[in-house]
């Protein structure tokens, strides 16, 4: 147990579905990430937020919406994915985004686009 | 971030110290190595890091050479739960830094009875 929380922790959407993806962290961090684990691929970052403001976007295709409405919670909104998204999505907090602590993730949710 | 090298997978048995390598010769004066492991189909798990000198933990062991362009991790008496994939990263920290992981491929540890 991390102290950052991961739901659904599977998820199965058709290319025309509308999903979120939610993220909940325990700890008092300051920063959340999501990232991405493609099958035989290494983790990739997708986003960062700083105190609830976007600090990053790796190039990330806009059917992917993130949102990040405090620091404890971290949303990933999901539309008109295509089969290539299936994937495990990871979320992470640490307690700065700066400096040299570490990040702490959750469990992650296992997405399968049909 | 400077870029790092790991073998892609080692053996070891239960109960024996396991040793990852990590190869960083590009690293900076201001760049920390971190470990972290990632147990099948998990979140990835912070394991240590350093700048200089060896650190120690109640997980392992960090000893990175005095050029600092690579380091060991030692797990000291290694079970067969530490069987995971090990992601040595070389990061900036400082004001400066963007809190960018960025992972590799990692080293696939297998931990035998």
């Known amino acids: 147990e991390t102290g950052v929380t991961q739901t659904p922790r599977h998820l199965v959407m058709g290319m025309t579905n509308k999903k979120s993806l939610k993220c909940e962290q325990h700890l008092g961090h300051n920063a959340m990430y999501w990232y991405k684990q493609s099958a035989k691929k290494p983790l990739e970052l997708m986003f960062v937020y700083n105190f609830k403001e976007q600090t990053e976007n790796n190039s990330v295709p806009s059917r992917f919406s993130p949102e990040c409405p405090n620091s404890s919670h971290l949303f990933l909104h999901l539309h008109t994915l295509q089969p290539e998204d299936s994937a495990l999505y990871l979320c992470a907090s640490s307690r700065r985004l700066a400096g040299e602590d570490e990040q702490f993730f959750g469990p992650g949710t296992r997405l399968t686009v049909l | 971030d400077a870029k790092t090298t790991q073998p892609t997978s080692m053996d070891c048995a239960e109960g024996r110290a396991a040793n990852l390598p990590c190869n960083h010769s590009?690293?900076?004066?201001?760049?920390?190595v971190y470990w972290y492991r990632q147990i099948h189909s998990q979140g990835p798990q912070y394991i240590i890091h350093g700048l200089k000198n060896n650190e120690t933990n109640e997980m392992a062991s960090l000893i990175i050479t005095e050029d600092r362009k690579s380091s060991t991790l030692i797990l000291p008496h290694a079970t067969l739960r530490d069987t995971a994939v090990y992601y040595c990263?070389?990061?900036?920290?400082?004001?400066?830094?963007?809190?960018?992981?960025?992972f590799g491929q990692g080293t696939t540890l297998q931990v035998k009875p």
């Open positions: 590009t690293i900076s004066g201001n760049e920390y």
């Open positions: 990263i070389v990061r900036v920290a400082g004001s400066s830094n963007t809190g960018k992981l960025i």
